[in-house]
C-alpha cells in the first residue's frame, strides 16, 4: 500500500503510465483488427458475443502473464544461433504469429477476391464448429500479442500496478471500440481489404522483429495511417458521387 502511495507522489510514474497506457492502446489495435474481421465472418448472432470473448481472453492473458514477468523476461534469452542472429522463445513466438497472420490474411485476401471457392475459407463451415475456430484463432493471436505487449510493458516500466492499470485500460478501450469498428468494417468492403492489408503488413512486421530485423513501429503505424486516410478520401468521394448521381434522377 505504501509503494502504491509513493508511485502516486511521484511525475515519472505518471509519465511512464501516460506513455506505456499509449503504447498498449497502439499494439491492441493490431489485435482489434484482427479479431473485428474475423468475428464479421460469423453469423450476426454470435459476433458480439465472439468478439467479448476474445478480448476477454486477451484480457485474462496479459493479466496473468503479467504475474510471471521474471519468466516473461527470461522468453527474451537467446536460446539457439542461426546465421549469426540468437533466437530467443520470444523471437519464435513472433515468427510463428507473423506467419499466421500472413497465412490468414492471404487466404481471406483469396476468399474476397474469389468468393466462388468456398473451401479455401477455413471458417465458412456453419454451426459451432465456426464458433470454436473462430475463438481458436483469436485466441492464438491472443498470445502473441500479449507477450509482445507485456515484454513492452516490461522494458517501459519495472513497477507492476503501472503495468497493469496500463493493459487493464487498454484491453478496455479495445472492448469500447470493437463494435463500432467490427460495424465500420462489415458496412465498408473496401475497409475490409485494407485492414487485410494492415494484417499482411503487421505479420511481415513480426517475423522481421523475430529474426532480427527491427521495424521502427512509428514507420509502421504512419503507413496505416497515411492509407486509412486515402481510403477515407476515397469514401468521401464515392459518397458524393452517389449523391449526384440520386440528385441528377
Do not use: C
Not at 116 to 126: L, S
Not at 153 to 169: K, N, Q, S
Amino acid at each position: 500500500m505504501q509503494d502504491t502511495l509513493l508511485l502516486l507522489q511521484d511525475p515519472t510514474a505518471w509519465i511512464a503510465l501516460i506513455t506505456l497506457i499509449v503504447m498498449e492502446v497502439v499494439l491492441g489495435i493490431d489485435n482489434l483488427i484482427f479479431i473485428s474481421i474475423l468475428t464479421n465472418k460469423l453469423p450476426p448472432e454470435n459476433r458480439e458475443k465472439a468478439r467479448r470473448i476474445g478480448i476477454g481472453l486477451a484480457l485474462i492473458m496479459r493479466l496473468g502473464l503479467l504475474g510471471t514477468v521474471a519468466w516473461i523476461v527470461q522468453l527474451t534469452e537467446p536460446v539457439f544461433d542461426l546465421f549469426g542472429h540468437g533466437y530467443s522463445w520470444k523471437d519464435m513466438i513472433l515468427i510463428a504469429g507473423g506467419l499466421f497472420l500472413v497465412w490468414k490474411a492471404t487466404k481471406e485476401i483469396h476468399h474476397t477476391v474469389d468468393p466462388v471457392d468456398h473451401e479455401e475459407d477455413i471458417i465458412a463451415k456453419a454451426g459451432t464448429t465456426t464458433f470454436a475456430a473462430a475463438i481458436g484463432q483469436i485466441l492464438v493471436l491472443d498470445l502473441v500479442f500479449s507477450i509482445d505487449s507485456i515484454i513492452t510493458a516490461v522494458g517501459m516500466t519495472p513497477h507492476l500496478p503501472i503495468m497493469v492499470i496500463a493493459v487493464v485500460f487498454a484491453v478496455t478501450v479495445m472492448l469500447v471500440a470493437s463494435g463500432p469498428l467490427a460495424r465500420f468494417i462489415e458496412k465498408n468492403p473496401t475497409i475490409v481489404m485494407l485492414a487485410l492489408g494492415f494484417l499482411l503488413m503487421i505479420g511481415t512486421t513480426l517475423i522481421a522483429e523475430g529474426a532480427g530485423f527491427h521495424v521502427p513501429k512509428g514507420y509502421v503505424y504512419a503507413a496505416m495511417a497515411f492509407s486509412a486516410l486515402v481510403e477515407v478520401l476515397n469514401m468521401l468521394s464515392r459518397r458524393k458521387r452517389q449523391k449526384d448521381k440520386q440528385a441528377k434522377h
